[in-house]
């Protein structure tokens, strides 16, 4: 094919639609993006608190969810002429340096206004042009050609109508999801794969705080502390999770909860709840001689007392009464008036004590949702199954990865593996 002649139209200036349109307007295809925001990439500044965590040292296909596992395992797998593509060189090439931090990897300049003026810079020199304020609300296809139907907004133009640009050889569907504050875009997202016959899995809040109406946790609000987690669903063990708990006001956050949320749909109308473990140092099989020593080391102390050297003050105070069942031991009793065995239940409590999970923070508060296109829709160069050279990458899949770089990592790949495909049929590799 004439690179003159073919024109791609990229909808969504984020992470995946960005990283393509640098690919490809490098080999001088035509380039045109489409975003609804005032400027391309916003949302990506928005990512790690601001410092850019881009990536990780550690992508395993297990450490995302999905409809699709094995293709996604290709996915992470890319080859490219017999080497696999390499977020990192991509970024490199753009004179983003970056550097490594307990397995995650961020720009050196700690800020990813770095990241996205490295993009801008090279899509604007490689001619790639930008439609800001455009929602796009409509893709046709006819002859193997596609049309892109957009609303041009007066809030960023001045202008409110309805455009069409045609003469697209390949779309690429890059637009994000419901989380964050411009959640709108799933919902359009929605609304144009449902006309493209594609399948949707139903979203929700993903990486978010948990709510959980408990008057314990509401005492340790503030709290930070070490902890394992497992979630319940029904009673059935879902997954586990270790590391610095968050206990605030309206329930649990934290690095582990914000994992665990990726399996929680629905709370409202399915029973779920976390088993938290205060004590995760402490090994169930020496927990009767632990107990027996601190039994007689503090013999004539008061139970607080025996906590306070396992946990925050502030937590102490708000669990004891919850381990403390019998009535008679509601008041922080001595030591000596109980039995070893009393003191090595309260320990044995304090290993398992269970939240009822109400709810999720919304959209608005969460990193992503999950839910999206289903990944079997797609084959592994990110083509659609059914329509193409029509290619989905980024939030759009039905792709959920972990705290720590691994959702910027799945967008940045699968908008660089669509614009390997295109270039291919192109001739252009």
Request: hydrophobic share 35%; aromatic share 10%.
């Amino acid at each position: 094919m004439n690179a003159d002649t073919t024109r791609i139209a990229i909808i969504g200036g984020g992470m995946a639609g960005l990283c393509a349109a640098v690919e490809l307007g490098r080999k001088g295809l035509c380039v045109d993006v489409f975003e609804r925001q005032a400027q391309a990439g916003n949302k990506i500044l928005l990512t790690g608190n601001g410092k850019g965590n881009i990536s990780n040292t550690l992508i395993r296909t297990g450490d995302y969810l999905t409809d699709e596992p094995l293709l996604l395992n290709e996915i992470l797998n890319h080859e490219q002429n017999g080497d696999f593509l390499s977020n990192r060189s991509f970024f490199e090439s753009l004179g983003l340096f970056l550097k490594e931090k307990d397995d995650r990897l961020y720009p050196v300049s700690n800020r990813t206004q770095s990241i996205l003026h490295a993009l801008l810079f090279f899509a604007k020199d490689a001619n790639v042009t930008f439609y800001t304020g455009h929602f796009v609300n409509g893709i046709h296809k006819d002859n193997k050609v596609f049309t892109v139907q957009s609303q041009v907004t007066a809030l960023y133009s001045g202008e409110n109508e309805s455009k069409t640009y045609s003469g697209y050889t390949y779309v690429l569907l890059a637009g994000g999801g419901k989380a964050g504050i411009y959640g709108e875009e799933g919902k359009n997202c929605y609304r144009i794969t449902k006309d493209l016959s594609f399948g949707w899995v139903w979203p929700h809040p993903a990486l978010v705080q948990a709510f959980c109406d408990d008057t314990d946790l509401k005492k340790m609000a503030g709290v930070r502390i070490d902890a394992g987690i497992t979630l319940y669903r029904e009673e059935v063990c879902i997954a586990k999770e270790s590391g610095e708990l968050q206990i605030i006001d309206s329930g649990l956050s934290g690095i582990p909860v914000f994992q665990l949320t990726r399996y929680i749909a629905d709370p409202k109308k399915i029973n779920y709840r976390f088993a938290v473990d205060f004590l995760p140092y402490l090994d169930e099989s020496v927990l009767t001689n632990t107990a027996k020593d601190l039994y007689l080391r503090f013999k004539n102390g008061r139970v607080s007392d025996v906590l306070s050297g396992l946990l925050p003050k502030k937590c102490a105070d708000g669990l004891l009464s919850r381990s403390l069942h019998d009535a008679a031991y509601r008041c922080d009793p001595y030591v000596s008036d109980m039995g070893e065995k009393d003191l090595e239940k309260i320990l044995g409590d304090l290993k398992e004590i269970s939240f009822k999970i109400d709810n999720l923070n919304g959209y608005k508060h969460a990193q992503i949702s999950t839910g999206g296109v289903p990944l079997s829709d797609v084959m592994s160069s990110m083509e659609a199954k059914h329509i193409q050279n029509l290619y989905l990458a980024g939030e759009i899949l039905n792709v959920a990865g972990k705290c720590g770089g691994y959702n910027l990592h799945f967008a940045a790949l699968s908008g660089r593996i669509a614009a390997d495909d295109i270039l291919q049929k192109e001739g252009l590799k």
